[in-house]
C-alpha cells in the first residue's frame, strides 16, 4: 500500500512590523522525529516546517514557511498533488490562532504603537483539511485529556496526540516527550516518557495499522 505523508512541524510566526512578531516555543522536534521515522519506512514525507534550526533528515521534501497562512497554503498546494494511495496529514506545528490585523510596511516608533495589539483569527489547518486521515496533537498545560477527546471530534481526527508541555521532560524543545494517544473510536493508549523519535515510530505504526 502506497502512503504519503504530509507533516507540519515548528511554529508559526506572525509579524506586526518587519521586526516583531508572535510567536512560540517550538523546536520543530517532534514533527522532524515523525518525518524521520516515515521516511526510513520508505515512505513519501512532505514536510511543511515553520522557523526552526534543524537539518532536513534523508529522503523528505522540505516546505518552509513562516506564517500559519503560508502554511495552509503549502499544506493546500500538497494535497491537490494525485496520489494513488493513502495521505497521512499530521499536524504537529504550533500554530499562532491569531494574528496582527495590520501588518506595519516600516519599522513601528514606538511612538506608533499602541499598547493594545488588534488581532485576527488565523485559519485552523488541521480542520481545514480534506481527503486525508488527519492526527494531531493537543499541547495542554495539565492533564486535560477531555481536551484532547473534544480536538478529536472537532477537527474530525483519527487520532489527538496529547502532550503536558508542563510535564518533565516533555512538549517544548525537548528529546522526548510524554504522550497520550487519543484515539476517534473512544479508545486511548498512555505511553511513558519516550524519546520523540521512538513516539514518531509510535505514530507511524498506528498510521500503518489503520
Ligand atoms: O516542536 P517541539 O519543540 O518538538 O514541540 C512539540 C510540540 C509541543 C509543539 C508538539 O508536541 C505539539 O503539541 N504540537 C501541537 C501544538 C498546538 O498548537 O496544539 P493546539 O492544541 O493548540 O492545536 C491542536 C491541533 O490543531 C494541533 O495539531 C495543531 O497543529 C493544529 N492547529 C492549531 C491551530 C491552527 N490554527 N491550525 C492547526 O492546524
Known amino acids: 500500500m502506497k502512503r504519503r505523508f504530509i507533516i507540519t512541524a515548528g511554529p508559526t510566526r506572525e509579524f506586526l512590523d518587519p521586526v516583531r512578531f508572535l510567536s512560540n516555543p517550538s523546536t520543530g522536534r517532534m514533527g522532524y522525529a515523525i518525518a524521520r521515522a516515515a521516511a526510513a519506512k520508505g515512505y513519501e514525507v ?14 523528505v ?7 500559519a497562512r503560508d502554511m495552509k497554503r503549502s499544506v493546500d498546494l500538497l494535497l491537490k498533488q494525485p496520489f494513488d494511495g493513502k495521505t497521512f496529514f499530521i499536524a504537529t506545528a504550533a500554530v499562532a490562532d491569531w494574528r496582527p490585523k495590520k501588518i506595519a510596511a516600516k519599522k513601528l516608533k514606538k511612538s506608533e504603537m499602541s499598547s493594545v495589539l488588534e488581532l485576527e483569527r488565523n485559519p ?6 480534506k481527503g486525508a486521515i488527519k492526527i494531531g496533537f493537543a ?15 472537532d477537527k474530525d481526527a483519527a487520532m489527538i496526540v496529547f502532550n503536558d508541555v508542563t510535564s518533565p521532560g516533555a512538549g517544548f524543545g525537548t528529546i522526548t516527550n510524554r504522550v497520550v494517544f487519543v484515539c476517534a473510536d473512544g479508545r486511548s493508549e498512555v505511553l511513558p ?3 520523540k523519535d521512538a513516539i514518531g515510530r509510535r505514530i507511524v505504526k498506528f498510521c500503518e495499522a489503520l
Not at 516546517?49 to 537539518?55: H, K, Q, W, Y
Open 46 to 59: 512532505e514536510l511543511v516546517s515553520g522557523p526552526v534550526a534543524l537539518r532536513t533528515p534523508k529522503g
Open 61 to 67: 521534501v522540505r516546505h518552509d514557511v513562516v506564517s
Open 124 to 129: 485552523d489547518i488541521l480542520k481545514s483539511v
Open 139 to 153: 499541547a495542554e498545560t495539565g492533564s486535560n485529556i477531555e481536551e484532547a477527546q473534544r480536538k478529536c471530534r
Open 193 to 195: 516518557l519516550m524519546t
